[in-house]
């Protein structure tokens, strides 16, 4: 090759109108967009999955905006120098320079003690803050801080902008356009890429640097053939992070715990980080076994505490412990479902008013009102039960959750069935 520079990064858009895919943010009318154009943007987290473009996008406001830029990953910055930043940004303000964006790659990966640093640069208006992280930011980012920023969901590319990103590279790079390369299956590319078009491009690269200079057609056998002996582009749980989350997930869902202690030993050795780990393992305890075993919930997050707490090495065995039992746990999404169904009706119907004797009154007026005018008591009754409305009139006797069909379930369907009668059709 004539450069040493990867085509990823010769392929960055330098421009809204070069940059793919997130319409929904950048689009005509988008909310991102409108504040580029009137130069009044948030500080912000643009939380999306790895290659969709999030450190590109905050490139690309600061150029368009011509503010001053600073960059600083979580993986290998600390305090120190996130008070460096804050200094320099002060200095820039002294001199009536426009605000500086402050860009921090994988802020989920910080302390609460470097949130807290970046907390009072933001309040004061020394920085614009945007950050970008893959996990969800009410579990990793401080509240304090979070309140203060704007959450923008980034969306994984369709196949079409991920096979616009190839025929660009193919058009307009210096290099690419010089080969004679003719793409006749993107298949393939597009599997092993996962969405992220940063890995897609490296890719790329690599199956045309194999080539030789010779002409070549791109078919999905080739590029199968050619990563195969090429494996060390796949090197570590980042490349493969969301396939191998994934199997895991799907194997204790299925019930198997040997694949799903060999995909957790995948992911140990890979050097995932188990807070990760632990974290998917409380939303399966509740989403995928539920009701059918409370106690896998209780002992998923008892595990999350722990290896919060222990660290490695000694940690995979707490995770170890705690895969095998979910796995081997008897399984419900009923839970899972009922939420899902109460979301859908919450959007159909509307704001539906809380029924009179379901109201809080605090005031004289509210009780004058009939705010919690015969409400009954559950515990002044036998059994601490007496059958009163819950729900709005309009959608009384909508059933939304319907306990799954396993013994633990089955107990509770039976006393739903006893209390309601046949209200809920239990």
């Not at 290998?76 to 002294?94: F, H, P, T, Y």
């Not at 092993?192 to 045309?208: K, Q």
Request: with cysteine.
């Amino acid at each position: 090759m004539a450069t040493q520079i990867p085509l990823a990064e010769r392929m960055r858009p330098n421009t809204i109108a070069d940059y793919a895919g997130q319409q929904h943010l950048i689009g005509p009318g988008a909310v991102l967009g409108n504040a580029i154009a009137q130069n009044n943007i948030p500080s912000m987290i643009l939380w999306g999955p790895p290659g969709v473009g999030k450190t590109t996008l905050a490139h690309i406001i600061s150029q368009t905006l011509d503010r001053p830029f600073f960059s600083l990953s979580a993986i290998n910055s600390g305090v120190k120098d996130v008070r460096e930043v804050i200094d320099k940004a002060g200095q820039l303000k002294n001199f009536q320079q426009q605000q500086p964006i402050l860009f921090i790659d994988e802020i989920h990966r910080f302390s609460k003690s470097q949130q807290d640093s970046l907390l009072g640069a933001v309040e004061r208006g020394l920085v614009t803050l945007i950050g970008a992280t893959t996990e969800n930011p009410s579990f990793e980012v401080i509240s304090a801080l979070l309140s203060r920023c704007q959450v923008y969901v980034l969306q994984h590319l369709t196949e079409a902008e991920l096979v616009g990103i190839i025929e660009k590279a193919l058009r307009e790079d210096a290099w690419l356009s010089q080969q004679q390369v003719t793409l006749k299956e993107h298949e393939a590319l597009l599997r092993l890429s996962g969405g992220d078009a940063r890995r897609l491009l490296n890719v790329l690269e690599l199956v045309v640097n194999a080539a030789a200079g010779k002409p070549l057609t791109i078919t999905n056998d080739f590029v199968l053939r050619q990563v195969q002996q090429n494996m060390a582009i796949y090197d570590k749980a980042g490349e493969q992070h969301y396939d191998i989350i994934s199997a895991f997930i799907k194997s204790i869902r299925g019930s198997d715990p040997n694949a799903a202690v060999y995909w957790l030993a995948r992911m140990v050795e890979g050097g995932e980080d188990p807070l990760f780990i632990s974290r998917r393992l409380l939303i399966l305890a509740a989403e995928d076994i539920g009701n059918a075993n409370p106690n896998a919930l209780l002992l998923a997050n008892n595990c999350f505490q722990a290896v919060n707490v222990i660290g490695w090495p000694e940690s995979r065995i707490i995770l170890s412990q705690a895969v095998t039992y979910l796995a081997s746990s008897p399984k419900s999404n009923a839970a899972y479902e009922a939420i899902n169904r109460a979301q859908e009706l919450v959007r159909k119907t509307g704001d539906l008013s809380v029924p009179l004797h379901l109201r809080n009154a605090p005031t004289k007026l509210m009780k004058n009102l009939d705010y919690g005018k015969n409400y009954q008591y559950a515990h002044a009754h036998a059994g601490n039960f007496v059958e009163q409305e819950f729900m709005p009139d309009a959608i009384s006797g909508t059933k939304l959750y319907d306990p799954g069909s396993n013994p633990a379930e089955e107990k509770l369907r039976e006393k739903l069935r006893q209390q309601w009668k046949d209200k809920y059709g239990y």
